[in-house]
Nanobody
Framework: QVQLVESGGGLVQAGGSLKLSCAKS????????MGWFRQAPGKEREFVAA????????SYEDSVKGRFTIFRDNARNTLYLQMNSLKPEDTAVYYC?????????????????WGQGTQVTVSS
């Protein structure tokens, strides 16, 4: 089994920054892509960013480009999301996800393991 545990969420004012972390434990496999998704109340879960094992390929949802940065530390089995210039519309529960393969995908069906989520609230 694979466990993913997010941390780093909280309440921040618009324009502020937060750094999310996702610690992976349990079963190990050779290389795998990881991603961040978010879900606001009453909305579907949506893609935020994704990254390959080697960090050679990243992908971002248009509204976060230039503000969010996804990166990972494979030695620590940890995925990160640096979020700058936060806006009230970024308010959501943020989930990390891991895939069994090493392909960056923006759809939830492309990921096999999910964390429980961490709340991010941006006040105006």
């Amino acid at each position: 089994q694979v466990q993913l545990v997010e941390s780093g969420g909280g309440l921040v004012q618009a324009g502020g920054s937060l750094k999310l972390s996702c610690a992976k434990s349990g079963r190990t496999f050779s290389s795998y892509a990881m991603g961040w998704f978010r879900q606001a109340p009453g909305k579907e879960r949506e893609f935020v960013a994704a990254i390959t094992w080697e960090s050679s390929t990243t992908s971002y949802e248009d509204s976060v480009k230039g503000r969010f940065t996804i990166f990972r530390d494979n030695a620590r089995n940890t995925l990160y999301l640096q979020m700058n210039s936060l806006k009230p519309e970024d308010t959501a529960v943020y989930y990390c996800a891991a895939s069994r393969d090493n392909i960056v995908r923006s759809d939830t069906l492309g990921y096999d393991y999910w964390g429980q989520g961490t709340q991010v609230t941006v006040s105006s």
